[in-house]
């Protein structure tokens, strides 16, 4: 598991090169970030809970089918596996933003989740559209924190939704 900092230096290291100057740019900017980062990990923290239930709700209300006989969060077995899902998400996201890096992404949520999610049936669009309904809830915390630039946070959530959809057939 990398964060922004072991994967330069790793890729540095590799190269047996010394920092330069797009290497301090990135280390700059990943440090100037920082507390903001910590701070939203902290936002995320405190209302994780009401974050999954808010966009699950907004999930089901775009697309009601899923939870319509047929559908794959139909029966409150599946319906909580989504919802669990979501917070899987959301969670990851939150480490993702603190480490300023996406590889524990890779390596933790979205390692064969592919497969796992067409051999069950799980439909990966509408997944994608509830990742990017937290990414959008998450975003109006960091401005609710006064935080100016909210750019970072977009990375955690755009990379998964990213991986999870292009990779098609
Ligand atoms: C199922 N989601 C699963 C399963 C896995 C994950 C492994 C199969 C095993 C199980 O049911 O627990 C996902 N597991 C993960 C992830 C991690 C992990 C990401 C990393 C931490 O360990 N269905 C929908 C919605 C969507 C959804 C669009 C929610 C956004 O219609 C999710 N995932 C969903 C559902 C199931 C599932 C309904 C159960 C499917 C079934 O058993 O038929």
């Known amino acids: ?15 047996g090169r010394y920092l330069d ?3 301090l740019d990135t280390l700059k900017s990943y440090f100037t970030t920082g507390t903001s980062r910590v701070q939203v990990a902290a936002a995320i923290n405190t209302d994780a809970a ?7 709700a907004m999930l089901f209300e775009e697309i009601p089918e899923l939870i319509r006989p ?22 990851y996201a939150s480490y993702a933003l603190v480490a300023g890096d996406t590889d524990l992404l890779d390596e933790r949520v979205l390692e064969g989740l592919r497969e796992t999610y067409n051999s069950l049936s799980v439909p990966i669009g509408p997944t994608v559209r509830g990742i990017q309904i937290m990414k959008t809830l998450v975003k109006e915390l960091a401005v609710s924190a006064n935080i100016a630039d909210t750019t970072f ?12 959809s292009e990779k098609n057939i």
């Not at 559908?71 to 919802?83: E, H, K």
């Open 50 to 56: 009401a974050i999954v239930r808010k966009a699950g």
């Open 153 to 164: 946070v977009d990375q955690p959530f755009d990379y998964m939704i990213r991986e999870l």
């Open 21 to 23: 100057r797009n290497a």
């Open 1 to 15: 598991m990398r964060d922004a900092v072991t994967s330069l230096i790793r890729n540095y290291d590799v190269a």
């Open 70 to 91: 047929g559908g794959n969060a139909y029966t409150t077995r599946r319906f909580a596996a989504c919802l669990r899902d979501m917070d899987y998400y959301l969670r």
